[in-house]
């Protein structure tokens, strides 16, 4: 380790303390003098883009296209005798849809890693075809997958199945796409858990399926919670684009509003309500996330 610079225990080997005369770019030192300077930077910073919005020579225009106050009100409780639907009252469907897809890409996710992970000669057709799923839906941009579903499969014209609403297909994209990422997911997860602890529980007498349930699966979950939190902030985001079939949502109904008014004021409104949905998430992910950092810390795991 260099001279000039220092660790303090219990911190993670690189990181960057405000003792010695190492870099104190990323500490968390400073005491006082540190906050001060810090929210004064804020300040300024913030500052100088607001200077840079508000004197811009189209900032009028911009403020009355995207931040109107009545043109956001307006969209946001909509008027449908007018032509267009509540912004406010579609983000219930993005919420309806993000919740039902979690579930069975949870679900179906598990399913595919565990098939993936299996080394049972009688699975190995099934093993290929779920290599197969997993490579076609990770490289298929997600867009076209619902137009696949939404267009292709009413086109079929099979009882029951092409006579479903744009929303199902919708959905029904979302989790094949998804699916095929959680998987993986899954996947790192379960490689994570130490062979070893396999080996304790087949030493107690525990069938593999069993020690798969009891201490393989809980430890990979416990590993495996913060990605598979930031994939599902992005599985909200990508409710938007279940719109593209015609589905009433919150980007759908900012975008009839939009082109009923020629205001883009609802979009504004309709990236709020997602701001509102998916930073609270975001942030728990983060704690999540320094809560374990801390944990393996304390145990002096890697």
């Known amino acids: 380790m260099d001279a000039n610079s220092s660790w ?13 005369r190492g870099p104190r770019l990323f500490s968390g030192g400073g005491g006082t003098q ?8 804020t300040i300024v910073v913030l500052g100088a883009l607001a ?20 043109h956001l009100w307006h969209s946001f409780i ?10 406010g009252a579609a983000i219930w469907l993005n919420i309806r849809m993000f919740l039902v897809a979690e579930v069975l890409i949870l ?19 099934i093993r290929i075809l779920a290599t197969i799923y997993v490579d076609f839906f990770r490289g298929v941009p997600l867009i076209l997958v619902i137009f696949a579903f939404g267009f292709g499969v009413p086109a079929l014209r099979l ?29 790192a997860g379960l490689n994570s858990v130490h062979f070893s602890q396999v080996s304790a529980a087949r030493s107690l007498g525990l069938s593999h399926a069993t020690s798969l349930r009891y201490v393989v699966l809980p ?18 985001k990508d409710t938007a684009l279940v719109g593209t079939l015609g589905v009433i949502e919150a980007n759908k109904a900012a975008g009839i509003y939009s082109e009923t008014v020629f205001n883009f004021s609802s ?24 809560r374990d950092r801390r944990r393996r810390l304390a145990l002096g795991a890697p």
């Open 78 to 87: 909509g008027n449908p005798g007018q032509g267009y639907y509540s912004v």
């Open 267 to 290: 979009f504004t409104v309709a990236a709020i309500l997602f701001l509102i949905l998916t930073i609270p998430l975001a942030r728990f992910t983060d704690r999540l996330i320094e």
């Open 159 to 187: 009882p029951f199945v092409s006579t479903q609403p744009d929303v199902v297909y919708g959905v029904a994209a979302l989790v094949l796409s998804y699916s095929a990422y959680v998987s993986e997911v899954y996947r």
């Open 51 to 70: 200077a840079v919005f508000l004197l811009a020579p189209g900032a009028r225009a911009v403020e009355h296209e995207f931040f109107s106050p009545p």
């Open 107 to 125: 679900a179906l996710a598990l399913f595919v890693a565990l098939i993936r992970q299996s080394a049972a000669p009688m699975l190995f057709p």
């Open 219 to 236: 430890q990979a979950v416990r590993n495996i919670i913060p990605p598979l939190l930031n994939d599902f902030i992005s599985l909200q």
């Open 34 to 41: 540190a906050k001060v300077v810090s929210t004064v930077s």
């Open 8 to 20: 303090a225990p219990g911190q993670p080997a690189g990181a960057f303390t405000a003792t010695g």
